[in-house]
């Protein structure tokens, strides 16, 4: 069996081993002199496991965007990231005028509903908009054509929101209810990180309920398995594909506001680097397969949040944290090399991407 | 009843769309910013003229998807879209006078209100209902003229609008010229045309159009019937004018223009460099910028005293750049040789947001500086004569772009660049053809990188100075843009797109925040409207052109059977 294997070894392969066996030592390396050193207590670690759970969770969130859209149309929606700011950017107006009112304080439970629903309803419509007029005449170009347009798109509606709603940063309002943690068994654990797990964990059974429990999931998942065939079935393949656009929109603007109350300002490019990080999550689970990007969005968040002193600050790197996104992407570049069909197996075939 | 809606349905969809895009023009701001300027001075202003280019579009829109052939009912759906998207805007005049929009919307102010209304708030606001389905009636009208008289209107009205548009870069340099000055005195003003100069340029384009739609096919032949050695004398007497041309340009346009004109050439640079790797070999690649980083930031390192490395001079510190973008082009292409389309656009952007986030990591920073980036590059210089100015860096990067096209060019109809071809529409294939893919593959991203190297190079030394902001993402959306709008392996179309996409905002500063906003809504109109660019390679024309013409051919065959 080991026989000819001089024939089958390219260059290529010899060079890929080597980049997957440095990064391998690298992080290796830095794992045991990070924890040789024990700079960190397990206190330490616990709260970068829930900051990376609850950051996982809203990649999840985004992530589920991504891999359905992926799942109808083969394509990346790269506008996705404009359809997740678009929601909490509009519904901060909404948060502040409660905020200024008081009401925030006074009926906290029913603002956030609110603010859900309005920041929701916004993401659903600019991603109903972006395929009614972007993406549907495109329906049978050549597949770079699309791409190039929700590049395009991306960036148009990224500047139309900052001519709506201006350049700067908005702080959102800070829920006095959200305000520090809870103690459990000896363990602090922040609200606002419980509300974020929580909610994303709700709102992610919603949607995977949908698509496996209903007559309207059962049609897009048709639709995403074969476009022809279902159509002949007598399903409307184009109005399963806006739903599809709907659902992940909704997905994208209530993952929108959990972001909005973790990090608590909204900016017209708050959607960039979210939205790379929930295609990596997309990507790592396996584009086109929801359960698969739910997972890929917890791991990448937790990968993440203890990456940078798990796997660097041993080897001494100096301000760690500050290549946190570089170890995503790379992250997206390792798994797009060595493992395009994602952590969790293939369910849709990269054939001709 | 039914029947007749669906005659004038289309009227109020467009109408309704019209309205849309007026209102989101007023609320980004862009009505306001753009109503300084004047195109006719103190009759149409740059704001009227967005209003009413977009009104026209959509009346155009309205006549053409018109189902009836009668002109009555064309009309008739262009001015129902008028007045619709009159009404649009006259809602948004009510509801911003019932309440302050401006707490949440920051551009609706009350300027914003007298500009929409023509000045005089509700009491002029019915004039809306004139104005709109005036230009909508116009579209209407247009779209039943003949193609000629049609074109004529279209190219002389686009002429008037963008000799307004570029006055301040017109009369400056036509005033240079002496005689010439006493034209630009009565065409221009300080602001935007003169009315005489307006209509007697509107004439002057209406009458060479319309000659040249008599007579150009007459031309077009006669060039044709030259024996071949003819045509030749002819086109390298056109291509050394232009050389002449090219040669002394920085020499009329004065230092901004001539500023402008670099940044145009060093885009022309990165365009044509992935265009190699984009328009020919068909990779789409979004991590451009950092081969251009590494030109850039390999010069510094090698010629900066700040580092004091090597202190090298430019020219010995050139080829080292563009080798490193060379090999760097090689690495980053070798892991991501197997992929294809969406995911490759991906891994490279991932790539140069790698790059871009390491070097300004302060880890790095005892090498390349940081966030602080590297200062006291040297200029270039050959011979004592040093390479300061904008007018002297212009003649580098012509010699750059001189180069670099002359490469594209020569690669372009070779065995590798009909193999970059062949794998660009499609790579199976052109494997069982005997291609070996990844050379082909490596040969193409190696090319890439040694183009935009070089323009990282001189990008470096023109400034003096590199950092790590100036090498985002944007830049590789934005060559990636020029080349799409220009037209995919069109090595002219690169240089049509740079200048329209780089040259064009440039000159117009003052609307800077609007320049990605523009962008993005090109590229998407591109591929809606027109995917193979504004100056197509010709075999793209071709293809384009052929589904065209299969699609005439299925419509005529459905019609028959």
């Given at each position: 069996m080991l026989k000819g294997w001089k024939e089958r070894v390219t260059g290529t392969d010899l060079v890929m081993w080597l980049i997957a066996a440095a990064i391998l030592g690298v992080v290796l390396a830095g794992s045991v002199a990070t924890l040789w050193s024990g700079r960190y207590e397990g206190r330490h670690w616990f709260d970068f496991i829930v900051f990376g759970l609850a950051q996982g969770s809203i990649y999840a969130l985004i992530a589920m965007g991504y891999t359905m859209v992926?799942?109808?149309?083969?394509?990346?929606?790269?506008?996705?990231?404009?359809?997740?700011?678009?929601?909490?950017?509009?519904?901060?107006?909404?948060?502040?005028?409660?905020?200024?009112?008081?009401?925030?304080?006074?009926?906290?439970?029913?603002?956030?509903?609110?603010?859900?629903?309005?920041s929701m309803a916004t993401s659903t419509l600019i991603a109903y908009l972006l395929e009614r007029i972007a993406y549907r005449p495109l329906r049978n170009a050549p597949r770079l054509i699309p791409l190039i347009t929700a590049i395009g798109a991306s960036f148009f509606l990224q500047y139309m929101f900052r001519g709506f709603y201006g350049p700067g940063f908005q702080a959102y309002p800070v829920i006095k209810a959200l305000e520090g943690p809870w103690t459990f068994w000896g363990l602090r654990i922040l609200k606002y990180q419980v509300l974020v797990i929580v909610a994303a964990a709700l709102f992610m059974y919603a949607l995977y309920a949908f698509i496996q429990r209903t007559r309207v999931g059962k049609a897009i998942r048709a639709v995403s398995e074969d476009k022809e065939a279902s159509y002949l079935m007598g399903i409307d393949v184009d109005k399963m594909i806006s739903t599809t656009f709907i659902i992940g929109g909704a997905a994208a603007g209530a993952a929108g506001v959990l972001y909005a109350i973790m990090f608590k300002q909204v900016h017209f490019f708050m959607g960039f680097i979210p939205g790379i990080k929930a295609f990596t999550a997309a990507v790592l689970g396996g584009i086109g397969n929801i359960p698969g990007a739910m997972l890929g969005g917890i791991f990448l968040g937790i990968i993440e949040s203890i990456g940078p002193s798990l796997f660097l600050d041993g080897l001494g790197i100096v301000a760690p944290y500050q290549l946190k996104d570089a170890i995503a992407f790379i992250m997206l570049v390792l798994v797009l090399i060595f493992r395009p069909t994602g952590i969790m197996g293939e369910r849709v075939a990269v054939k001709k991407a | 009843?039914?029947?007749?809606?669906?005659?004038?349905?289309?009227?109020?969809?467009?109408?309704?769309?019209?309205?849309?895009?007026?209102?989101?023009?007023?609320?980004?701001?862009?009505?306001?910013?753009?109503?300084?300027?004047?195109?006719?001075?103190?009759?149409?202003?740059?704001?009227?003229?967005?209003?009413?280019?977009?009104?026209?579009?959509?009346?155009?829109?309205?006549?053409?998807?018109?189902?009836?052939?009668?002109?009555?009912?064309?009309?008739?759906?262009?001015?129902?879209?008028?007045?619709?998207?009159?009404?649009?805007?006259?809602?948004?005049?009510?509801?911003?006078d019932l309440i302050n929009l401006r707490a949440v919307f920051i551009n609706a102010s009350p300027v914003l209100y007298q500009l929409l209304s023509f000045g005089h708030g509700f009491e002029s606001a019915p004039l809306l209902f004139v104005a709109y389905p005036l230009c909508s009636l116009f579209a209407g009208i247009l779209y039943l003229l003949p193609a000629a008289l049609r074109r004529m209107f279209t190219a002389s009205l686009t002429c008037v609008i963008g000799a307004g548009i570029l006055q301040d870069?017109?009369?400056?340099?036509?005033?240079?010229?002496?005689?010439?000055?006493?034209?630009?005195?009565?065409?221009?003003?300080?602001?935007?045309?003169?009315?005489?100069?307006?209509?007697?340029?509107?004439?002057?384009?209406?009458?060479?159009?319309?000659?040249?739609?008599?007579?150009?096919?007459?031309?077009?032949?006669?060039?044709?019937?030259?024996?071949?050695?003819?045509?030749?004398?002819?086109?390298?007497?056109?291509?050394?004018?232009?050389?002449?041309?090219?040669?002394?340009?920085?020499?009329?346009?004065?230092?901004?223009?001539?500023?402008?004109?670099?940044?145009?050439?060093?885009?022309?640079?990165?365009?044509?460099?992935?265009?190699?790797?984009?328009?020919?070999?068909?990779?789409?690649?979004?991590?451009?910028?950092?081969?251009?980083?590494?030109?850039?930031?390999?010069?510094?390192?090698?010629?900066?005293?700040?580092?004091?490395?090597f202190s090298l001079s430019f020219w010995e510190a050139l080829p080292f750049a563009v080798l490193l973008g060379v090999v760097f082009g090689v690495l980053l292409g070798i892991p991501v040789l197997k992929m294809r389309g969406d995911y490759l656009a991906i891994a490279t952007l991932g790539f140069g947001e790698i790059i871009r986030i390491m070097v300004l990591s302060d880890f790095l920073r005892p090498w390349l500086g940081g966030a602080q980036g590297i200062g006291k590059i040297p200029k270039a210089?050959?011979?004592?004569?040093?390479?300061?100015?904008?007018?002297?860096?212009?003649?580098?990067?012509?010699?750059?772009?001189?180069?670099?096209?002359?490469?594209?060019?020569?690669?372009?109809?070779?065995?590798?660049?009909?193999?970059?071809?062949?794998?660009?529409?499609?790579e199976d294939v052109a494997q069982a053809m005997g291609i070996n893919l990844v050379a082909t593959k490596l040969l193409a991203f190696g090319t890439g990188a040694a183009f935009s190297a070089l323009s990282g190079a001189i990008f470096a030394t023109k400034l003096t100075s590199v950092y790590p902001h100036s090498m985002n993402v944007m830049i590789s959306i934005n060559i990636l843009c020029v080349i799409i709008v220009g037209g995919m392996g069109s090595i002219p179309g690169v240089i049509v797109g740079a200048a329209a996409l780089v040259g064009l905002p440039e000159l117009l500063r003052e609307f800077a925040e609007y320049r990605l906003l523009v962008y993005g809504l090109a590229l998407v109109v591109m591929m809606l409207v027109r995917p193979e660019g504004l100056w197509p390679e010709a075999v793209r024309r071709r293809e384009f052109h052929e589904e065209e013409v299969d699609e005439n051919n299925g419509a005529t065959a459905k019609a028959s059977s």
């Open positions: 992926y799942g109808v149309l083969r394509m990346i929606n790269f506008a996705h990231s404009e359809v997740f700011m678009s929601g909490p950017y509009t519904a901060y107006y909404v948060a502040a005028a409660f905020y200024q009112s008081g009401f925030l304080e006074s009926h906290p439970f029913l603002c956030m509903v609110v603010v859900f629903l309005v | 009843m039914t029947g007749v809606f669906t005659l004038w349905k289309h009227g109020v969809k467009t109408g309704l769309l019209g309205g849309l895009i007026t209102v989101l023009l007023s609320l980004m701001g862009m009505v306001q910013a753009f109503s300084e300027r004047q195109i006719v001075s103190g009759v149409f202003s740059m704001d009227q003229a967005l209003l009413a280019v977009a009104v026209v579009f959509v009346g155009y829109l309205a006549a053409k998807r018109t189902t009836s052939t009668t002109p009555l009912w064309v009309v008739i759906n262009s001015l129902t879209c008028g007045f619709v998207t009159a009404g649009m805007i006259m809602l948004l005049l009510v509801i911003g870069l017109l009369r400056p340099t036509l005033a240079a010229w002496g005689s010439l000055a006493e034209a630009a005195e009565w065409i221009f003003t300080a602001n935007g045309l003169t009315e005489q100069g307006a209509s007697a340029l509107f004439l002057v384009i209406s009458v060479v159009t319309l000659v040249w739609s008599l007579k150009g096919k007459a031309v077009r032949t006669g060039y044709k019937r030259l024996p071949p050695s003819g045509q030749k004398t002819l086109r390298w007497s056109g291509i050394a004018a232009l050389l002449v041309v090219l040669f002394i340009l920085p020499q009329i346009l004065g230092i901004f223009l001539s500023e402008v004109l670099t940044i145009v050439g060093l885009y022309v640079l990165l365009g044509l460099g992935l265009n190699i790797v984009v328009g020919y070999a068909g990779l789409l690649d979004l991590g451009y910028v950092a081969f251009f980083a590494i030109g850039a930031y390999a010069t510094a390192i090698l010629t900066s005293p700040e580092l004091g490395f210089s050959i011979a004592g004569f040093e390479f300061g100015m904008p007018q002297e860096i212009y003649y580098l990067i012509l010699a750059g772009c001189f180069l670099v096209i002359f490469i594209s060019l020569r690669l372009k109809d070779s065995r590798l660049g009909r193999a970059w071809k062949a794998m660009r529409e499609d």
